[in-house]
Each structure stands twice: as C-alpha cells, then as structure tokens.
C-alpha cells in the first residue's frame, strides 16, 4: 500500500495506509570507506590525502534501509573515525525498535542521545531521511518539497605556494571551471601574491576562504589591497576565529563583497547569535557541522527570516554526504552558493550514488531516497 507523507511545517509523518505493515528499525550496520584524491587537500586547518568515510546504514524489520555518512574532521568538529562509531553505537541504542513513523521524533531522539559529536549525528539524520524518503516512494529532493534542479558548485583550489596555487587554478578553469575557492589564511603579504597570481592566470570567479586564518584587520588590510589591485571577490569566507562574532561584524561592515560565517555557525543557535549581530551575509551549511538534516532545515529558516542567503558546503567527506548536500539545496530556495566540488576531487567521478555529474554541475537522482 502506498505510504502518505503528511508534512506540518519542519515536522514530517509518514501515515500508513489502511493495511500497511509497520515497519521498525532493527539496527545500524557501520563500514568503513576511503576515496582516493587526486591531489592533496590542504587549508589553514589540515591536510587530506584520502577521503576516509564512516558509512551507516539503518535497517528495518521489513527490509527497508537508509543510508548516511560521516567525515572524520577533528580539526573542525573535533570528531575522529572512533569517535563517530562510538557515538553511532550510542545512538543505535535510542532508535533500535521505534517505529518508522514519526521522523521528527526519531531525529530529536537521535540528536539528544549524546552531546555534541555532530558527524555521528548528521550520519543518523541523513539515513533516517534517506529511510523516510524511500518509505514515501520519494526522492529527498521532493520529499522536502522540492524540485531536480542543476546546481553548479565552485571548485576549490588548496592552500599552497603561489606557483602551484596558480597552476591548479588554470588546469581547474582548462576543465571548465567558472568559479573558484581560494584557500587562504596565512599572512596577508603571501596571500596577496597567491590571489594576485591566479588572479592575472584565469577569468573565472574567485571567492577566498580564510579558514579563520587572520584577524579583523588583517582581512581588512587583505581586502583593501585587493581593492586598490582591482581584484574583486564573490565573497570572503570566515576570516577569523570562530568565536570572534565581533569580528566578523567588524569586517562585514567595511567590505564590499558578501561576508560567510562558516565555522562560526554550528547550530540552529549559533545562526540566530550571527544574524542579531548582523555579522554576516552568508552562512555556510555543512551537515557535519550542525549535525544533519534536520538541524540543517531550522538554519535555513533562520537565515531566511533575518535575510541571510546560505551556501551549501561540505567537508571532505563521501559521496554519500554529497548526495544530502545535492538533495537539500534542490529542497530549499534562498541557496546562493554551492561547494560540493568533492567529486571532482577524487581520482575518478563517483557513480551510483544519490546525484548525477552533468557536466560541471550536480544533480540529484530521481530516485527514490538520496
């Protein structure tokens, strides 16, 4: 029997059909996977030579299953591949036996099982989705009531000597690239001569991310110097530490290109403080970070009220993170910007995975689940 979707603002109920089975969950299966880059990734932060990914898959007594990933990013979230199975054990033992029913319920529960480790828990958000979705004969994308869209994301080039920064620069826009995100964060004078080079070598766009890398004014004396070279910017990422709201004001103020909050934005709650402070343009949404899905949707209505535009990043993390990223910003309409380049950083462009490559753009399958 089919299964109805009843949809109440951000709650989301699948309503069984006359005669229908109840189905509930039975366990969650963890697998480790690993995605060979082509080159390394390198920011202010970290380095990554392979993408390592913590698979899950929740089961149910009547065979369905839903998919999701972890990225260890200890540098960010502090969460390591032991940690986030830890947490996903944890949080196994809070949904095994419910019922696939009330999404919202399972989500609260999977979120209040443990503090923190929010790779774990975007892992569990997205597969019980992905679950729900598939349940409904949906692909996520229109589950969340959206429409199968292209989306065209910017492809990042790592932070590194000028000469090779550059290099990767014109081989990205030789493949086709029009947008590229610069990894910066080291002292002002190296970076000027990073962007300035890449800047004479391509035409496609540029926007730079920091990673929390400079101060207030260093940002700002980065900003003024390209301004005076007539280098203009998409917009400039997370200059400075994460807590430093203040500065990120400070400098929104006095730029003249958009200002993202990446890091300074983890949670729903983190979103409010930013846009009171009128501290950013942009946030930047990363399922890793906020701890999946669902959190993800209570930012996007926050930035939306306070006239904030989001972006849609990622880690370096599987393509079955990839796929939620591709789904959700099909789902939602104010998405100014998307920086899921990690299939065109892996030594072969993934398939069978919830999104097709077209081209340079992404879009999500239109099948049912992500």
């Known amino acids: 029997m089919t299964t109805l979707l009843v949809h109440h603002g951000q709650r989301f109920f699948l309503k069984a059909s006359p005669g229908e089975v109840r189905l509930n969950i039975t366990g969650i299966k963890i697998e480790d996977k690993k995605f060979p880059l082509k080159v390394p990734f390198v920011t202010a932060l970290r380095r990554v030579d392979t993408i390592e990914g ?13 998919h999701g990933a972890a990225a260890p990013t200890a540098p960010i979230t502090g969460d390591t591949a032991a940690s986030i199975k830890e947490a ?3 949080i196994e033992k809070k949904i095994v036996g419910r ?13 209040k099982a443990i503090v923190g480790n929010t790779s774990a828990k975007a892992a569990v958000d997205m597969a019980l989705y992905d679950l729900f979705a598939r349940k ?3 692909p996520l994308y229109a589950f969340l009531g959206g429409s199968r869209k292209p989306l065209s994301t910017d492809l990042t080039i790592s932070l590194r000597d000028t000469a090779a920064m550059t290099a990767d620069a014109v081989r990205a826009e030789a493949n086709g690239m029009t947008a590229l995100k610069i990894k910066l964060g080291q002292s002002v004078e190296d970076d000027f001569a990073r962007i ?11 926007r730079v991310d920091a990673n929390q890398g400079w101060s207030a004014r260093d940002a700002l004396r980065f900003m003024d110097t390209c301004a005076k070279a007539g280098i203009e910017l998409d917009f400039l990422e997370q200059p400075v530490p994460r807590t ?13 290109c958009p200002l993202v909050a990446d890091e300074s934005v983890f ?5 409010l403080k930013v846009a009171e402070a009128r501290a950013a343009d942009i946030v ?87």
């Open 99 to 111: 019922a696939v029913d009330g999404l919202t319920t399972l989500s609260a529960a999977a979120a």
């Open 284 to 370: 930047n949404v990363k399922l890793m970070k906020c701890g999946g899905i669902s959190s993800a949707l209570e930012i996007a209505a926050i930035a939306k009220t306070c006239g904030m535009g989001l972006m849609f990043g990622c880690m370096a993390e599987s393509p079955i993170g990839i796929s939620a990223v591709v789904h959700l910003a099909s789902a939602l309409e104010n998405v100014a910007y998307l920086d899921a380049d990690v299939p065109f950083l892996l030594d072969e462009i993934p398939t069978g995975f919830g999104f097709d490559c077209e081209g340079l753009t992404l879009v999500a399958r239109d099948a049912p689940g992500m």
């Open 196 to 206: 300035v080079s890449i800047r004479k070598a391509v035409k496609a766009s540029l």
């Open 244 to 256: 430093d709201i203040e500065g990120l004001r400070f400098i929104k103020d006095r730029i003249p």
């Open 267 to 271: 949670s729903p709650m983190d979103a």
């Open 88 to 90: 996903v054990a944890i």
């Open 54 to 66: 913590i698979h899950i898959t929740i089961t149910t007594d009547g065979g369905l299953e839903g």
């Open 136 to 138: 409904a004969n949906l």
